[in-house]
Nanobody, 123 residues
């Protein structure tokens, strides 16, 4: 069974940091492009960041550029999202996603979704 499992979410104060992890089971991530999406209450899901299969190409939403970093460790079958200088508007459920396309920056190109992990930024 193919699964993506996110971890690392939680409650953090504004200005703080979190690192989300996305571990794959049942398949190897190095065959897939990966992305992180998020959905805040009452809002549509939006792309946060995406990375190519080999990790050589990355994209970021304007709202997170300079604060978030996506990376992948294919040997560990895991993708990460390092989130620094967090803001209350970063509060959302964060989803890991994988796809066969060269890049999966848009949800229309996603083939597999994780279950999500909650990130809450609040004082």
């Amino acid at each position: 069974q193919l699964q993506l499992v996110e971890s690392g979410g939680g409650l953090v104060q504004p200005g703080g940091s979190l690192r989300l992890s996305c571990a794959a089971s049942g398949f190897t991530l190095d065959s897939y492009a990966i992305a992180w999406f998020r959905q805040a209450p009452g809002k549509e899901r939006e792309g946060v960041s995406c990375i190519s299969r080999g990790g050589g190409t990355t994209n970021y939403a304007d709202s997170v550029k300079g604060r978030f970093t996506i990376s992948r460790d294919n040997a560990k079958n895991t993708v990460y999202l390092q989130m620094n200088s967090l803001k209350p508007e970063d509060t959302a459920v964060y989803y890991c996603a994988a796809g066969f396309a060269l890049m999966v920056c848009h949800d229309s190109t996603v083939d597999y979704w994780g279950q999500g992990t909650q990130v809450t930024v609040s004082s």
